[in-house]
């Protein structure tokens, strides 16, 4: 246990010593995430107003054989310009995200109250006609209710027959979970910073170490190899926690200062924020040890590092499943690495409260696999050639 | 005291099985230094690295101090000092941290550990890079850091692998006065060199390997004798049956 102490506080007194890697691993990431979320959730929002809210132009094809119509369209901020030459092209090299083509035959067909024909052309693939095409198609449909309201009238209907269903809709959900949904992203970025936060400083310790052959004296020591291998776990898991720390503190005055931002109202309070670093402990354990693990069997640093681009696309897994296909929180799910995590930070940020057997769960198999983990990388260290690199 | 008995060690290469150790037995006795003197390459620092624990005899057995090495062998690395061939100094702490690290991994408390580095930096000469982190430090400063860490606990059985490797004659003639110091306290000490004059000059025992073999052991006198050469560099020629790997 002394020498654990020993091992642990030299390590982080070596690292600490090595101040520009230590800036770059503890600043970084606290610097850089609440910049990225709220970055992108602000660029998002903001283009939605102006799409939303400003004039929209829109070229019109045919503008001539649909003055009432363009007119209507002009009430709601829809103003038509001249059309290019060729709509489908200007659609295609993205010169315009939406065009209305109208037909010469709607004044005809307007007259003799048929079905008028109208073409909204646009180009689903992209991302930011999504609104412009809805507000056109939107306006166009006002213009026909009412108009058809009005012919109904005319020929003494009411026009309420023409409507056997009125879908009303409410929605449910707490304005926590609403901003939960924009959040998707954010547990990646916590389970990564967790799980991988302090990788290089676990590869240096171990495969690094053994690189500058220093390890060779150190084993030869009388402390067990156990003790000394706990020693640097402990000191990267404690490096680990503090660069989380620092993540955490870092999104939640973002937060807070956000102001009227879409995360407004997001349950950052200091207790949440303890949960949060209580959830992601034995992912940075995980993390840890699975790297120790790593470092304890490769040849090199350099082999060490090869395995981190897989290890990165591990906590992706979680969320991407639960994109394609939702499920509801069932306490299973709190015993697999990355979903669990995955779920316990999402419950937490939409301010709901984990129940006692799944806090149980969670903790029971996040520790189990870091200890089942910290098993077979003091099994690996026990090796011949660990000690040895020459 | 450490006895070696008919030690093996084999590696498993691409070009197939590599006998780096093939039957190594000797005795070094305490106050006497013992030196291991062979070419490059003859299977010196296999030998030490199964005496100091961190490598497991195929066959042989390791005793030090009457203890097994593999079956002892926290005992055994309590009773031994270690100056493997990388010295293995970490760069961002001092000299002086490097060896109060290795005094509480040793189990020592703090007043032992500050009373034996004063001791130690009397001895080797350390004082001017001490409290210096040892980033930058010269081949002899860093082996005297390593060697200092070595002995912070103060062991019966000091194991030193090429220990004046890299060193200016100064420093050398230091250490030589050091290891010899180390003798006169009774304690056993062991090297290896590709350096006959060194060894000549120090070891009151040599034992001379070439490809993993024990080829010839006794005191120079007895291995000018043995061989039948008048100096010892033509004995050393003679008993390994070739000259490579000679450094003078």
Known sequence: MKALWTVMRKELLDLFRDRRTLMLGLFMG????????????????????????????????????????????????????????????????????????????????????????????????????????????????????QVATLRLLVRGVDPALGEAVVPGRRDLSTPEARRGMVLAFLPYLLILSAFLGGAYLVIDITAGERERQSLEPLLATPSSREAIMSGKIAAACAFGMLSLLLILLSFKLSFQFAGSGPFRGMDVSLAAMAKLLAILAPMVLIGTTLLTLISASVKSVKEAQSYMSVLMLLPIIPTVILLVSPVKNQLWMFAVPFLAQNQAILMVLRAEALAP????????????????LWLIAARLYHREKLAISA | MIEVEDLHKAFKAK??????????????????????????????????????????????????????????????????????????????????????????????????IAARTERLVAALGMEDFIDRQAEGFSQGQRTKTAIARALVHDPQNVILDEPTNGLDVMTTRGLREFLLALKAQGRCVILSSHIMQEVALLCDHIVIIAQGKVMAQGSAEQLRLLSGEGNLEDAFVRLIGSEEGLAS
């Open chain 1, 30 to 145: 606290p610097l850089l995430f609440p910049l990225l979320i709220l970055g992108m959730g602000s660029l998002a929002e903001s283009r939605a107003r102006t799409q939303l809210e400003s004039t929209l132009e829109l070229p019109v094809v045919g503008a001539e054989h649909a003055p009432n119509l363009v007119a209507f369209l002009d009430t709601l901020d829809i103003r038509a310009i001249e059309p290019p030459a060729d709509p489908e092209a200007a659609i295609r090299n993205q010169a315009h995200e939406v065009i209305l083509q109208i037909p010469a035959e709607y004044p005809s067909q307007w007259r003799e109250s048929r079905p008028a024909v109208v073409e909204i052309l646009y180009d689903s693939s992209r991302q930011d006609s999504r609104i412009p095409v809805a507000r056109v198609e939107s306006a166009l449909r006002g213009y026909s209710r």
């Open chain 2, 15 to 112: 070009t197939g099985l590599v006998r780096a150790v093939d039957g190594v037995s000797f005795v070094a006795g305490d106050g006497l230094v013992t030196g291991l003197l062979g070419p490059n390459g003859a299977g010196k620092t296999t030998t030490l690295r199964m005496l100091y624990t961190l490598m497991r005899p195929d066959r042989g057995a390791v005793r030090v101090d009457g203890h097994d090495a593999v079956a002892d062998a926290a005992r055994v690395r309590r009773s031994l000092g270690v100056l493997p061939d990388a010295r293995g100094v970490y760069k961002r702490l001092t000299a002086r941290e490097n060896i109060a690290y290795f005094g509480r991994l040793h189990g020592l408390d703090a007043q032992t």
């Open chain 1, 357 to 372: 057997l799944e806090w149980l769960v969670y903790v029971g198999a996040g520790f189990g696999l870091g200890l089942l």
